[in-house]
């Protein structure tokens, strides 16, 4: 199978229960919530992303031939340390190109992964650490998992119904938009009412990473 990765690269993880641990990030070209272009934005499902993942040119993307090919250039990009070797599978939506192969080359070169999913299609069960954020008006079939991330607000969410579901962590995360700091407080009080749910900041936006 060939791949299609819009970016890669080294950083360090600005969200979620894994925030400040050393990763390579994979950013997967396409999704199945929105198209990327900003003319289908409003008509969207998921229509408040803030993260392009239309094509192939940006910085460590291309499109690679096996899955070989991709792990060894997420090696490249880890550099020669051997010890905890960490790849986050992102997009757009992963799950649209994450298969067996892929899976097997990445855990051979000793990468433990981990994945950040819409939810919508099953994850891998060789993924290591499976982080799903729910969009209102999707349906979800990956309902259990390590990490829940809930980007707030969003009207039409079920908060109630998500607490049901099997995850190990609940986090809630203010929606990136011109709304920010109406959005923080909306997370804050969703943390403070549920004690179910976390804070998760975009740390890396933050300190100004990738």
């Known amino acids: 199978m060939r791949y299609a990765v819009k970016e890669m690269f080294l950083t360090l993880q600005g969200e979620g229960v894994n925030a400040g641990a050393r990763a390579v990030f994979v950013r997967f070209a396409g999704c199945n919530l929105w198209s990327g272009r900003e003319q289908d934005r409003a008509g969207a499902v998921c229509s408040f992303c803030d993260t392009d993942f239309v094509g192939t040119d940006g910085l460590g993307g291309g499109k690679f031939a096996d899955a070989g090919a991709l792990a060894d250039a997420v090696v490249g990009h880890w550099g020669p340390e051997t010890g905890r070797r960490f790849v986050v599978l992102t997009g757009g939506e992963p799950m649209l190109q994450v298969d067996d192969a892929l899976v097997d080359a990445l855990h ?56 049901s579901w099997d995850f190990r962590n609940f986090l809630v995360q203010p929606m990136d938009s011109a709304e920010g700091e109406a959005n923080i407080r909306a997370a804050v009080a969703l943390a403070m009412e549920r004690p179910k749910w976390r804070l998760s900041l975009q740390t890396h936006k933050l300190l100004g990473l990738r």
């Open 108 to 163: 051979a070169r000793g990468f433990r992964i981990a994945i950040e999913s819409n939810g919508t299609l099953p994850a891998h069960p060789g993924i290591d650490w499976v982080c799903i954020s729910p969009k209102a008006g999707s349906v979800v079939v990956q309902r259990s998992g390590d990490e829940l991330k809930l980007v707030w607000p969003q009207p039409g969410t079920d908060v109630e119904a998500l607490e």
